[in-house]
């Protein structure tokens, strides 16, 4: 039974108890935003090192080969592409190597030394291969890596095996996951949020928390390269996937891939949380939030202060440089800016039309353009561009209807403090 039975149009089930809108502001943000502007420098570069992975993922943006592409960078061009970053300035964008599978490539331990001597964070992202030795993450870690990325797209062998469309990969992954953790690197997992794991995610979140990693991202599913294949979520089964996300944050760090729309409902569910309300959503949400209580993924103890999502998107604090050296707003938005190897980077982040115009909110179109929301959110450009061809279309995976919150003014009390 809801609190005190009544429900707002607007999808909030009120409670009895209120609070001033002074009180819902907290001192801590709810939304971080980098520290520099990102009209002059991204917050994260991802290079895409290789294209060749000896797995079929059923979602692959790169629509991985086995063999390495002949244009791909060679070293001497990933150290150029290294340069430039650095010519961002200090503290330098987090830089991370990911692929195709990046162990495919014999120089990736001299890369990731000659990125670190240039000042630069680096972060590997392998692929779950037989590659993922323990050895390989301590030859990386001593070059220099602070970090790794894996991705967990089930919570079995047979799940997780079934996606990635080889047998081995589950076991590779928790292998290589619990090693790099002995060896000291902060280890992220990414999960691809489709229709085909939907019902595992309580169960994924469980294996997240008990193996422990320093984030858990579910990446929300853009229609691209062999993800154009798999069936597309509902707006509705979208909510119920970022607020079971955000419930989730309370006993681990959460974040989201593709899914802007993550960081309205950190500020929705502030304001409703200081006012003793909670959202009304659907059953998808109900069955997740029913089997993490059951798995006891709410018990123990919680976390003091809740990780805010970053305030970053395509061409606004995050770029991605393909394996030709082509200049991307997102690895899931296939436009160019330019390439690198004829033009430099900070050009094309700073001044190609593709880039200023993603980080425009006032060129959005459709729901996304009459949004209360969309400086802090604006939807998911690759998505948009996925379904429409339209780089400033509406994020169609997103449920919320602009001006249908109930209490505009402490969301605008929280948006302003992100700007101040």
Known sequence: MTPSGVVKASGVVKASRVVKASRVVKASPVVRRPRHAVAERPFI?????????????LHCRAEAQTARHPQELDGAGARRVMDQVAAFGRPSPLFVITGGDPFQRADLTA???????????????????PTLTRDNLLAVRDAGAVALSLSLDGSTAER??????????????LDGWRAARELGLKVQINTTVCRDSLEDLADIAALVRREGAMLWSGFILVPTGRGGQLDSLTPGETEDVLHFLYDCGTVMATKTTEGHHFRRVALQRTVLDARGERPRLGPLYERLSARAAGLGLGGGERRAVRRPPMDVSSGRGFVFISHTGEVHPSGFLPVS??????????????????????????????????CEFKTVCGGSRSRAYGFTRDLLESDPYCAYEPGSFPYQDEVRSLAESLRR
């Open 337 to 370: 800016g330019g390439n690198v190897k004829t033009r430099p980077l900070a050009e094309i982040y700073r001044e190609s039309e593709l880039f200023t115009r993603l980080r425009d909110p006032s060129l959005l179109r459709g729901r996304c353009g009459a």
């Open 45 to 57: 570069v991802i290079w895409e090192a290789t294209r060749a992975c000896p797995l079929a993922c």
């Open 160 to 173: 997780h095996d079934a996606f990635r469309g080889v047998p081995g990969v589950y076991d590779w992954t």
């Open 111 to 129: 890369l990731v030394a000659y990125g670190t001597s240039l000042g630069l964070r680096v972060a590997v992202s392998p692929s779950g291969t």
